[in-house]
């Protein structure tokens, strides 16, 4: 007889619940409810630990729960859908990212920063397109605050984002040359999160290893 796994795992509860402040908790585990059960644990990069109103919180690096639209949270309050899309940012698939990344930014909060932040850093240009496309000025004071208290995480934004420009976008389709073009750059820069001391450096190192690549 085969049996259907109905539940999500104590893996599971455990790292979605760490993903946000423990005032949370409950919502949490509400919106955690409305998805789909994965066929694989989160993943959890440590470097993601970041700050959040001086609580640390571990952002997922990737999720994979079953696809899921704007119905499947119909019932949830406003901050329930806000943690489920929060979660649902970080999917492994980059069209959930995309559509989740359009209703997080309907969402601006403390909590939700960090998941906005790491959007800046995703490769799919579809992705930091669509959250260029729907931010709000309410961000800002958020993102400042964010910038304030996660100093160090700034810097391996700025790094993802400098190496995406250059390895997918700066040198082929859709030659995105000028990095003030690149629209995770834009965002960064609009929301104070681009580290304007430390971004020259890696730029003129990212520039040096396509160089070497360039004369191997």
């Not at 420009?165 to 000028?178: E, L, M, V």
């Amino acid at each position: 007889m085969w049996f259907t796994k109905k539940q999500h795992s104590t893996t599971s509860k455990s790292l979605i619940r760490s993903a946000f402040p423990e005032r949370l908790r409950d919502a949490v585990a509400v919106a955690l409810g409305s998805a789909g059960i994965a066929p694989h644990e989160p993943f959890v990069d440590p470097g993601r630990e970041v700050l959040v109103d001086g609580e640390f919180v571990s952002i997922p690096y990737r999720v994979y729960f079953p696809p899921a639209g704007i119905s499947d949270i119909e019932g949830l309050t406003s901050t329930e859908q806000a943690i489920f899309a929060s979660f649902m940012t970080r999917h492994h698939d980059g069209h959930q990212r995309e559509y989740w990344a359009r209703i997080l930014c309907e969402h601006p909060s403390s909590w939700t920063a960090p998941y906005l932040a790491a959007l800046l850093g995703d490769y799919v240009i579809q992705v930091l397109e669509a959250v260029g496309d729907t931010l709000t000025d309410d961000w800002k004071p958020i993102m400042e605050h964010y910038a304030e208290e996660n100093q160090i995480s700034l810097r391996a934004l700025n790094h993802r984002i400098l190496n995406y420009w250059t390895f997918y976008y700066r040198y082929y389709s859709p030659n995105i040359r000028i990095l003030t073009d690149y629209p995770g750059y834009r965002v960064a820069e609009e929301l104070g999160l681009w580290d304007r001391r430390t971004a020259p450096k890696l730029l003129r190192k990212a520039k040096a290893h396509k160089a070497q690549q360039t004369n191997c």
